[in-house]
């Protein structure tokens, strides 16, 4: 399996929407992070949707290396 690209080594703290869906972008190349826009095209990577239940801050990987994706769970500390 190929990579991804590491965007930053911190999550990315944004402020969401309850009802509205986000899609993380796994590859770490969009110029849009932590958000798809299209880049993973032609690679194995695809982006992951995130349903925010409520209004408030969601921490997404900026890592790309989360096992609980698209939400940071430490993995950029071993990085």
Do not use: R
């Not at 009802?19 to 972008?25: F, L, N, P, V």
């Not at 949707?49 to 430490?74: E, S």
Request: net charge positive; hydrophobic share 30%.
């Amino acid at each position: 399996m190929v990579e991804p690209t590491i965007a930053q080594k911190a999550p990315y703290g944004v402020e969401v929407e309850a009802g509205k869906t986000y899609y993380w972008c796994a590859c770490g190349k969009s110029a849009k992070q932590p958000f798809c826009d299209g880049s993973h095209k032609g690679s194995e990577f695809a982006p992951k949707p995130y349903a925010a239940d409520k209004d408030g801050t969601a921490y997404f990987c900026g890592c790309k290396h989360t096992n609980n994706a698209p939400m940071c769970d430490g993995a950029h500390k071993s990085l």
